[in-house]
């Protein structure tokens, strides 16, 4: 939950990354006008007024900020249920990027009883890896999404998981497969060795 002083700060913050026109337009007063979204473990206040419409009015993308005062811009799309933050700077650079992503992911999908059985040999020792913070970021899925999600697990600062912990939060989170599943794939190019276990 945000604080009223930060949670004012955010709002004044957000509404000074309006171009000059649009500032001007909207008046003084327009900071009450924003919203705020919580889902995905992410706390993020939303500017109606920063919005910008692709691919025929499809898809969405809106400014926001979140709890640390980063800037990004969160992409709908009516075939998705959650929207995708991304910290790219330009809100068509992170259409691109959503895009790319909803698309890896729908190829991973048709895959996913390979994923769900991965996760199970993970979880009762018959396969062994560790998960990188690469393998995370190589996913297809939002950077500021999985900082919130290790945050939420204390494991900020952590570098490389072993893979049996996510697997066995991968029935409360299932996009942790995504992250599984580049994982294995990192691991069998590269041939690397299962860690030595805990």
């Not at 991304?86 to 729908?106: F, G, I, L, P, Y």
């Not at 199970?120 to 996913?139: C, H, K, M, Q």
């Not at 494991?155 to 599943?181: N, Q, S």
Request: net charge positive; glycine share 8%.
């Amino acid at each position: 939950m945000m604080h009223d002083v930060p949670r004012r700060r955010l709002r004044r913050r957000l509404a000074q990354a309006r171009p000059p026109e649009q500032g001007a337009a909207a008046g003084p007063s327009i900071p009450g006008a924003m919203m705020r979204l919580a889902e995905n473990r992410l706390d993020l206040m939303v500017d109606p007024i920063q919005c910008r419409s692709f691919d025929d009015g499809t898809v969405t993308a809106c400014r926001a900020i979140d709890r640390r005062g980063d800037l990004l811009w969160v992409v709908w799309h009516p075939d998705h249920p959650h929207g995708y933050p991304s910290r790219r700077e330009h809100a068509a650079s992170a259409v691109a990027e959503a895009t790319q992503a909803w698309k890896r992911r729908r190829a991973i999908r048709h895959d996913w009883t390979h994923v769900k059985a991965l996760a199970r040999d993970l979880r009762w020792g018959r396969t062994a890896f560790d998960v990188t913070r690469e393998d995370a970021a190589e996913a297809p899925l939002a950077d500021a999404g999985i900082d919130a999600f290790l945050a939420h697990l204390g494991l900020g600062g952590a570098r490389r998981v072993p893979g049996w912990f996510l697997a066995w939060l991968m029935p409360f989170e299932p996009r942790i497969g995504y992250v599984l599943h580049t994982a294995e794939r990192r691991t069998a190019t590269a041939g690397e060795p299962d860690p030595t276990p805990v």
